[in-house]
């Protein structure tokens, strides 16, 4: 029973980890309404990340606050064409869906689709841990977009399942409504997170 009231206790670091993830979610969220802002405020979920893996900070919102100012105008600049992209994207899917044509150059836009997500899932990471300019981001991402395609693939999968159900299952989306704004995508954040410090010390040894 002592042990529960011990601060260096194992149960009171996890219950003050996922007390962070959740503030760390909420964070995450109201900073991506305005949507021009959502990378900035990736970059900022994963520079708070990878703090608590590297043992080097516990807080929230000192670090998270000073990445999005820190990140917000190269996070803005790669995050616009990508919008761009997937926008152009997802209306030719729609357009050749609705038609019930184009087989073949569906399959391209839907690979098209899937590469741009997954660059955008390692890009914010790499801004949040690297200084790189954005040719070097960019040919980093696509990178370890082909070398981890199962990783890539799930984490997407992860990231965009809220919005899946909301499309196509309403009422199981409004059963867990309390995961997707309480831990959600600070929790994907977290696992992806320590994962790719370790691709990261296998691919790119000075981030590590």
């Not at 395609?149 to 867990?176: C, E, G, K, N, Q």
């Amino acid at each position: 029973m002592k042990e529960l009231f011990n601060l260096n206790s194992v149960w009171v670091q996890r219950f003050a980890m996922l007390t962070n993830l959740v503030m760390l979610n909420l964070l995450w969220l109201v900073c991506c309404l305005p949507v021009f802002t959502a990378g900035a405020a990736t970059a900022a979920l994963y520079h708070t990340v990878f703090l608590y893996h590297t043992k080097m900070d516990d807080a929230v919102l000192r670090p998270f606050f000073h990445a999005f100012r820190t990140n917000f105008r190269q996070s803005t600049m790669l995050l616009l064409p990508f919008l761009a992209a997937l926008v152009l994207l997802v209306f030719d899917i729609v357009y050749l869906v609705s038609h019930g044509r184009g087989t073949a150059l569906l399959f391209l836009l839907i690979v098209a689709v899937f590469i741009v997500l997954g660059m955008l899932a390692h890009l914010f990471p790499l801004i949040a841990r690297f200084d790189m300019k954005p040719s070097a981001l960019l040919r980093t991402a696509f990178s370890l977009v082909m070398l981890h395609l199962p990783a890539t693939f799930a984490v997407i999968a992860m990231t965009f399942l809220p919005l899946f159900l909301l499309a196509f299952h309403p009422s199981l989306f409004l059963r867990f409504g309390v995961a997707w704004a309480g831990i959600w995508f600070a929790l994907i954040a977290y696992f992806f997170g320590r994962l790719l410090l370790k691709i990261w010390d296998r691919h790119l040894p000075s981030g590590g």
